[in-house]
Protein backbone atom coordinates (compact mmCIF):
# COMPACT_ATOMS: atom_id res chain seq x y z
CA UNK A 1 0.00 0.00 0.00
CA UNK A 2 2.16 2.55 -1.23
CA UNK A 3 1.81 6.31 -0.94
CA UNK A 4 -0.48 6.64 1.65
CA UNK A 5 -0.16 9.70 4.18
CA UNK A 6 -2.02 11.30 6.99
CA UNK A 7 -4.88 12.69 4.88
CA UNK A 8 -4.92 9.04 2.75
CA UNK A 9 -8.79 7.80 4.00
CA UNK A 10 -9.08 4.65 5.30
CA UNK A 11 -11.86 2.76 6.74
CA UNK A 12 -11.77 1.18 10.33
CA UNK A 13 -14.30 -1.49 10.86
CA UNK A 14 -17.29 0.29 9.53
CA UNK A 15 -16.16 3.71 9.73
CA UNK A 16 -14.90 5.92 6.58
CA UNK A 17 -12.58 7.75 8.12
CA UNK A 18 -11.54 10.82 6.67
CA UNK A 19 -7.76 10.86 7.75
CA UNK A 20 -4.95 8.58 9.46
CA UNK A 21 -4.70 11.18 12.38
CA UNK A 22 -5.78 9.57 15.94
CA UNK A 23 -6.32 12.09 18.88
CA UNK A 24 -4.72 9.21 21.65
CA UNK A 25 -5.80 8.85 25.18
CA UNK A 26 -4.86 11.87 27.03
CA UNK A 27 -5.76 11.15 31.35
CA UNK A 28 -6.15 15.00 31.87
CA UNK A 29 -8.49 14.81 35.40
CA UNK A 30 -11.01 16.88 34.60
CA UNK A 31 -14.24 14.86 35.44
CA UNK A 32 -15.87 15.54 38.55
CA UNK A 33 -14.79 14.27 41.84
CA UNK A 34 -17.43 11.36 40.90
CA UNK A 35 -15.58 10.40 38.28
CA UNK A 36 -18.35 12.03 35.79
CA UNK A 37 -17.60 14.08 32.66
CA UNK A 38 -18.74 17.35 32.73
CA UNK A 39 -19.59 20.77 30.33
CA UNK A 40 -15.62 21.48 29.86
CA UNK A 41 -14.78 17.84 28.74
CA UNK A 42 -17.87 18.47 25.89
CA UNK A 43 -15.90 21.53 25.01
CA UNK A 44 -12.26 19.61 24.63
CA UNK A 45 -13.44 16.65 22.17
CA UNK A 46 -16.16 18.78 20.65
CA UNK A 47 -13.05 21.20 19.71
CA UNK A 48 -10.94 17.73 18.65
CA UNK A 49 -13.20 16.26 16.13
CA UNK A 50 -11.49 16.89 13.37
CA UNK A 51 -9.75 14.04 14.02
CA UNK A 52 -9.98 10.96 11.81
CA UNK A 53 -10.63 9.44 15.36
CA UNK A 54 -10.79 10.08 18.49
CA UNK A 55 -9.78 7.90 21.18
CA UNK A 56 -11.27 9.19 24.86
CA UNK A 57 -9.01 8.87 28.27
CA UNK A 58 -8.78 5.91 30.00
CA UNK A 59 -12.50 5.67 31.71
CA UNK A 60 -12.64 3.12 34.24
CA UNK A 61 -15.18 -0.07 33.98
CA UNK A 62 -15.76 -0.04 37.80
CA UNK A 63 -15.63 1.48 40.99
CA UNK A 64 -12.50 -0.91 41.77
CA UNK A 65 -10.79 0.29 38.60
CA UNK A 66 -9.90 4.11 39.54
CA UNK A 67 -6.67 4.79 40.12
CA UNK A 68 -6.52 8.88 40.34
CA UNK A 69 -8.83 11.55 41.40
CA UNK A 70 -11.17 12.96 38.82
CA UNK A 71 -10.79 10.32 35.95
CA UNK A 72 -14.13 9.55 34.27
CA UNK A 73 -15.67 5.71 34.89
CA UNK A 74 -18.36 4.00 32.38
CA UNK A 75 -19.99 2.49 34.97
CA UNK A 76 -22.88 4.40 36.07
CA UNK A 77 -25.80 6.01 34.67
CA UNK A 78 -24.53 9.37 35.41
CA UNK A 79 -21.51 8.94 33.46
CA UNK A 80 -23.31 7.60 30.61
CA UNK A 81 -25.57 11.08 30.50
CA UNK A 82 -22.34 12.85 30.73
CA UNK A 83 -20.40 10.89 28.09
CA UNK A 84 -23.58 11.04 25.69
CA UNK A 85 -23.10 14.66 25.68
CA UNK A 86 -19.69 14.54 24.72
CA UNK A 87 -20.37 11.52 21.68
CA UNK A 88 -23.40 14.09 20.55
CA UNK A 89 -21.21 17.00 20.14
CA UNK A 90 -18.42 15.19 18.38
CA UNK A 91 -20.64 13.49 15.88
CA UNK A 92 -22.42 17.20 15.23
CA UNK A 93 -19.04 18.08 13.99
CA UNK A 94 -18.75 14.73 11.99
CA UNK A 95 -16.31 12.93 14.44
CA UNK A 96 -15.73 9.60 15.59
CA UNK A 97 -14.90 8.44 19.27
CA UNK A 98 -14.07 5.29 20.77
CA UNK A 99 -14.11 5.12 24.89
CA UNK A 100 -10.84 3.73 26.10
CA UNK A 101 -11.97 0.73 28.82
CA UNK A 102 -9.30 0.58 32.06
CA UNK A 103 -8.78 -0.82 35.21
CA UNK A 104 -5.95 0.15 36.92
CA UNK A 105 -5.27 -2.86 39.44
CA UNK A 106 -2.23 -2.24 41.41
CA UNK A 107 -1.88 0.99 40.28
CA UNK A 108 -4.41 2.43 42.60
CA UNK A 109 -4.91 3.25 46.31
CA UNK A 110 -7.07 2.40 49.35
CA UNK A 111 -7.87 5.59 49.51
CA UNK A 112 -9.10 5.73 46.23
CA UNK A 113 -11.42 2.25 46.64
CA UNK A 114 -14.81 2.21 48.25
CA UNK A 115 -14.82 1.17 51.87
CA UNK A 116 -10.85 1.76 51.33
CA UNK A 117 -10.11 -2.20 50.26
CA UNK A 118 -6.85 -2.95 48.56
CA UNK A 119 -6.59 -2.49 45.04
CA UNK A 120 -6.36 -6.16 43.23
CA UNK A 121 -3.76 -7.59 41.00
CA UNK A 122 -2.82 -10.71 39.22
CA UNK A 123 -0.30 -10.87 42.11
CA UNK A 124 0.17 -9.18 46.02
CA UNK A 125 3.78 -7.19 43.90
CA UNK A 126 3.20 -3.48 45.15
CA UNK A 127 5.00 -1.16 42.25
CA UNK A 128 7.66 0.35 43.15
CA UNK A 129 6.37 4.39 43.05
CA UNK A 130 3.79 6.45 44.59
CA UNK A 131 -0.17 6.36 44.09
CA UNK A 132 -2.19 9.76 42.87
CA UNK A 133 -4.62 10.11 45.66
CA UNK A 134 -6.71 12.86 46.92
CA UNK A 135 -4.29 14.11 49.80
CA UNK A 136 -1.65 14.03 47.20
CA UNK A 137 1.81 11.33 46.02
CA UNK A 138 1.62 8.67 48.75
CA UNK A 139 3.51 5.17 48.28
CA UNK A 140 1.51 2.21 46.34
CA UNK A 141 0.13 -0.58 48.55
CA UNK A 142 0.81 -4.16 47.91
CA UNK A 143 -2.56 -5.51 46.17
CA UNK A 144 -4.68 -8.07 46.72
CA UNK A 145 -3.51 -11.01 44.69
CA UNK A 146 -7.29 -11.84 43.06
CA UNK A 147 -8.35 -15.20 43.49
CA UNK A 148 -9.23 -17.64 40.09
CA UNK A 149 -12.68 -17.14 40.92
CA UNK A 150 -13.17 -13.34 41.33
CA UNK A 151 -11.55 -13.10 37.51
CA UNK A 152 -14.63 -13.61 35.74
CA UNK A 153 -16.47 -11.01 37.70
CA UNK A 154 -13.82 -8.54 36.04
CA UNK A 155 -14.91 -9.98 32.98
CA UNK A 156 -18.04 -9.00 33.23
CA UNK A 157 -17.22 -5.84 34.63
CA UNK A 158 -15.48 -4.68 31.01
CA UNK A 159 -18.54 -6.75 29.50
CA UNK A 160 -21.35 -4.34 31.56
CA UNK A 161 -18.85 -1.37 30.71
CA UNK A 162 -18.87 -1.83 26.69
CA UNK A 163 -22.82 -2.08 27.27
CA UNK A 164 -22.78 1.66 28.55
CA UNK A 165 -20.62 2.33 26.12
CA UNK A 166 -22.38 1.28 23.49
CA UNK A 167 -25.84 3.21 25.78
CA UNK A 168 -23.32 6.44 25.26
CA UNK A 169 -22.97 6.79 21.93
CA UNK A 170 -19.82 5.77 21.19
CA UNK A 171 -18.55 4.37 18.15
CA UNK A 172 -16.25 2.02 19.37
CA UNK A 173 -14.59 0.81 22.42
CA UNK A 174 -10.49 -0.06 22.88
CA UNK A 175 -9.80 -2.26 25.56
CA UNK A 176 -6.79 -0.90 27.52
CA UNK A 177 -3.71 -3.44 27.91
CA UNK A 178 -1.36 -0.85 27.91
CA UNK A 179 0.75 1.27 30.21
CA UNK A 180 1.49 -0.69 34.00
CA UNK A 181 -2.71 -1.40 34.10
CA UNK A 182 -4.69 -4.04 34.75
CA UNK A 183 -4.72 -6.41 31.54
CA UNK A 184 -0.88 -5.52 31.22
CA UNK A 185 -0.37 -6.62 34.82
CA UNK A 186 -1.64 -10.27 33.95
CA UNK A 187 0.50 -9.82 30.61
CA UNK A 188 4.30 -9.33 32.04
CA UNK A 189 5.88 -11.39 34.12
CA UNK A 190 7.11 -8.84 36.32
CA UNK A 191 3.57 -8.10 37.63
CA UNK A 192 2.27 -11.66 36.84
CA UNK A 193 3.83 -14.57 39.55
CA UNK A 194 0.47 -16.93 39.27
CA UNK A 195 0.20 -20.55 39.55
CA UNK A 196 -3.22 -20.98 38.14
CA UNK A 197 -4.32 -20.83 34.74
CA UNK A 198 -3.72 -17.03 34.45
CA UNK A 199 -0.15 -17.34 35.20
CA UNK A 200 3.22 -18.29 33.63
CA UNK A 201 2.99 -19.44 30.34
CA UNK A 202 2.45 -16.95 27.53
CA UNK A 203 -1.00 -18.55 26.83
CA UNK A 204 -2.23 -18.11 30.52
CA UNK A 205 -0.59 -14.96 30.97
CA UNK A 206 -3.29 -13.65 27.81
CA UNK A 207 -5.75 -15.77 28.74
CA UNK A 208 -7.58 -12.75 30.98
CA UNK A 209 -7.21 -10.08 27.94
CA UNK A 210 -8.75 -12.52 25.58
CA UNK A 211 -11.41 -13.14 27.64
CA UNK A 212 -12.24 -9.41 27.89
CA UNK A 213 -11.69 -9.18 24.18
CA UNK A 214 -14.14 -11.50 23.68
CA UNK A 215 -16.44 -10.30 26.54
CA UNK A 216 -16.81 -6.99 24.52
CA UNK A 217 -16.62 -8.35 21.10
CA UNK A 218 -20.09 -9.81 22.33
CA UNK A 219 -21.18 -6.26 22.97
CA UNK A 220 -19.61 -4.61 19.99
CA UNK A 221 -19.23 -6.80 17.04
CA UNK A 222 -15.05 -7.33 16.96
CA UNK A 223 -14.72 -4.51 13.77
CA UNK A 224 -15.78 -1.32 16.48
CA UNK A 225 -13.24 -3.13 19.36
CA UNK A 226 -9.60 -1.75 18.98
CA UNK A 227 -7.07 -3.29 21.99
CA UNK A 228 -3.81 -0.79 22.76
CA UNK A 229 -0.49 -2.37 24.02
CA UNK A 230 2.73 -0.82 25.44
CA UNK A 231 5.27 -3.98 25.45
CA UNK A 232 8.54 -2.33 26.15
CA UNK A 233 6.67 1.06 28.11
CA UNK A 234 8.60 0.50 31.92
CA UNK A 235 5.62 2.71 33.01
CA UNK A 236 4.14 1.92 36.42
CA UNK A 237 7.15 -0.12 37.21
CA UNK A 238 6.83 -2.77 34.59
CA UNK A 239 8.95 -5.58 33.24
CA UNK A 240 9.23 -8.70 31.29
CA UNK A 241 11.63 -11.59 30.51
CA UNK A 242 10.95 -11.61 26.81
CA UNK A 243 8.69 -9.47 25.44
CA UNK A 244 9.39 -10.13 21.79
CA UNK A 245 8.16 -13.37 22.51
CA UNK A 246 5.03 -12.39 24.68
CA UNK A 247 3.54 -10.04 22.28
CA UNK A 248 4.37 -11.82 19.44
CA UNK A 249 2.25 -14.59 21.12
CA UNK A 250 -0.40 -12.41 22.08
CA UNK A 251 -0.39 -10.36 18.63
CA UNK A 252 -1.41 -14.09 16.99
CA UNK A 253 -3.88 -14.41 19.38
CA UNK A 254 -5.05 -11.43 18.82
CA UNK A 255 -5.53 -11.83 14.86
CA UNK A 256 -8.07 -14.35 15.20
CA UNK A 257 -10.41 -11.94 16.36
CA UNK A 258 -10.41 -9.21 13.58
CA UNK A 259 -10.18 -6.71 15.65
CA UNK A 260 -10.80 -2.68 14.23
CA UNK A 261 -7.17 -2.31 15.05
CA UNK A 262 -3.68 -3.00 17.01
CA UNK A 263 -2.47 0.09 18.53
CA UNK A 264 0.85 0.04 19.88
CA UNK A 265 2.83 2.21 22.30
CA UNK A 266 5.72 2.02 20.41
CA UNK A 267 8.39 3.10 23.37
CA UNK A 268 7.87 4.48 26.55
CA UNK A 269 5.18 6.47 27.67
CA UNK A 270 7.68 9.26 29.15
CA UNK A 271 10.65 10.73 27.23
CA UNK A 272 12.88 10.71 30.05
CA UNK A 273 12.58 7.09 30.77
CA UNK A 274 14.81 4.50 28.51
CA UNK A 275 12.98 1.17 27.78
CA UNK A 276 15.36 -1.48 29.13
CA UNK A 277 14.77 -4.37 26.46
CA UNK A 278 14.09 -3.53 22.83
CA UNK A 279 12.80 -5.13 19.68
CA UNK A 280 11.98 -3.77 16.76
CA UNK A 281 8.14 -2.90 16.41
CA UNK A 282 7.63 -3.51 12.35
CA UNK A 283 7.62 -7.11 13.51
CA UNK A 284 4.46 -6.69 15.43
CA UNK A 285 3.14 -4.63 12.84
CA UNK A 286 4.00 -7.33 10.53
CA UNK A 287 2.67 -10.22 12.76
CA UNK A 288 -0.89 -8.10 13.12
CA UNK A 289 -3.09 -9.13 10.02
CA UNK A 290 -5.65 -5.57 10.75
CA UNK A 291 -4.85 -2.21 10.76
CA UNK A 292 -2.09 -1.21 13.36
CA UNK A 293 -1.93 2.18 14.77
CA UNK A 294 1.57 3.70 16.09
CA UNK A 295 1.99 6.04 19.05
CA UNK A 296 5.33 7.80 20.41
CA UNK A 297 6.37 10.85 19.86
CA UNK A 298 5.65 11.03 16.01
CA UNK A 299 6.03 14.25 14.29
CA UNK A 300 4.35 14.97 11.11
CA UNK A 301 7.40 13.84 9.18
CA UNK A 302 7.91 10.56 10.76
CA UNK A 303 4.25 9.62 10.46
CA UNK A 304 4.33 10.34 6.70
CA UNK A 305 7.35 8.18 6.73
CA UNK A 306 5.96 5.00 8.71
CA UNK A 307 2.81 5.50 6.53
CA UNK A 308 4.73 5.22 3.32
CA UNK A 309 6.68 2.92 4.39
CA UNK A 310 3.83 0.44 5.47
CA UNK A 311 4.99 0.79 9.22
CA UNK A 312 1.80 1.82 10.51
CA UNK A 313 -1.78 2.39 9.13
CA UNK A 314 -2.70 5.35 10.93
CA UNK A 315 -0.91 7.43 13.80
CA UNK A 316 -1.71 8.71 17.36
CA UNK A 317 -0.95 11.53 18.64
CA UNK A 318 -0.88 12.51 22.00
CA UNK A 319 0.88 15.53 23.66
CA UNK A 320 0.44 17.78 20.24
CA UNK A 321 -3.31 17.01 20.77
CA UNK A 322 -3.12 19.00 24.04
CA UNK A 323 -2.00 22.00 22.42
CA UNK A 324 -3.32 21.76 19.20
CA UNK A 325 -7.18 20.94 18.72
CA UNK A 326 -6.66 21.48 14.97
CA UNK A 327 -3.92 19.15 14.65
CA UNK A 328 -5.14 18.45 11.21
CA UNK A 329 -5.31 21.42 9.83
CA UNK A 330 -1.87 22.34 11.34
CA UNK A 331 -0.73 19.39 9.55
CA UNK A 332 -2.54 20.19 6.08
CA UNK A 333 -1.02 23.53 6.06
CA UNK A 334 2.24 23.15 7.52
CA UNK A 335 1.08 25.52 10.05
CA UNK A 336 3.24 26.36 13.27
CA UNK A 337 2.26 24.52 16.46
CA UNK A 338 0.88 25.65 19.56
CA UNK A 339 3.44 24.51 22.59
CA UNK A 340 1.66 22.38 25.49
CA UNK A 341 2.18 23.94 29.22
CA UNK A 342 3.21 20.71 30.95
CA UNK A 343 1.60 22.46 34.54
CA UNK A 344 -1.73 22.13 33.30
CA UNK A 345 -2.09 18.51 31.56
CA UNK A 346 -3.05 16.93 34.61
CA UNK A 347 -6.01 18.51 36.48
CA UNK A 348 -7.41 22.09 36.86
CA UNK A 349 -10.24 24.11 34.78
CA UNK A 350 -10.56 25.01 31.17
CA UNK A 351 -7.12 26.77 31.10
CA UNK A 352 -4.67 24.89 29.86
CA UNK A 353 -7.51 22.56 28.28
CA UNK A 354 -10.11 24.03 26.49
CA UNK A 355 -8.26 27.46 25.37
CA UNK A 356 -5.67 26.82 22.93
CA UNK A 357 -5.84 28.89 19.81
CA UNK A 358 -7.15 27.28 17.14
CA UNK A 359 -5.42 28.54 13.30
CA UNK A 360 -7.01 31.70 11.93
C1 LIG B 1 -1.75 8.68 33.69
O1 LIG B 1 -2.77 9.10 34.26
O2 LIG B 1 -0.64 9.09 33.92
C2 LIG B 1 -1.92 7.64 32.68
C3 LIG B 1 -3.15 7.07 32.51
C4 LIG B 1 -3.31 6.08 31.56
C5 LIG B 1 -2.21 5.67 30.82
C6 LIG B 1 -0.99 6.24 30.99
C7 LIG B 1 -0.83 7.22 31.94
O3 LIG B 1 -2.35 4.71 29.93
Known sequence: MPDKDLF??????????????VMAPLTRNRATDKNV????????????????????EATQISPQGVGYPLTPGIHNDEQVAGWRNITAAVHDKGGRIFNQLWHVGRISHPSLQIDNVLPVAPSAIKPAGDAFTY??????????????EEIAAIVSDYQAAALKALAAGFDGVEVHAANGYLIDQFLR????????????????????????LDAVIEVWGSGRVGVRLSPLNP???????NP??????????LNSRKLAYLHVVEGAIQADVDSDTAFDMAILRRQFEGLYIANGG??????????????????????????????????????????GDPTTY???????????????
Not at 8 to 21: D, H, K, Q
Not at 37 to 54: D, E, H, T
Not at 346 to 360: H, I, K, M, N, Q
Open 37 to 56: PQAMNVRYYAQRASAGLIIT
Open 135 to 148: SGLQPFVEPRALDT
Open 235 to 241: FNDMHDT
Open 298 to 339: YTKQRANDALQTDRADLISFGALYIANPDLVARFKQDAGLNQ
Open 8 to 21: TPVTVGPYALPNRV
Open 346 to 360: YGGDEAGYTDYPFLE
Open 189 to 212: DGSNQRSDEYGGSYENRTRFLLEV
Open 244 to 253: EALFGYVVQQ
